[in-house]
């Protein structure tokens, strides 16, 4: 499942439970990795410092579960 913002772009593979962001303008540099649980819910990221908002609302988007604690 791809997603694509204003910034960034990325996919979500539901049956690897993995997914990965990158920048539009700065590629991998200010992107990262996405992991899930078996339910899909967002369990733990790399790459940045912080998951950025409008990959949070990507991700929402597409129907997965992102807590609080990523925000």
Do not use: C, S
């Amino acid at each position: 499942m791809r997603f694509q913002t204003k910034n960034y772009y990325g996919e979500i593979t539901p049956d690897t439970h993995r997914g990965w962001f990158d920048h539009e303008e700065y590629g991998d540099e200010y992107g990262g990795g996405l992991w899930f649980d078996n339910n899909m819910n967002l369990t733990d990221y790399d790459g940045v410092i912080e998951l950025p908002k409008e990959v949070i609302q990507a991700i929402r988007d597409l129907g997965f579960y992102v807590g609080e604690e990523f925000e």
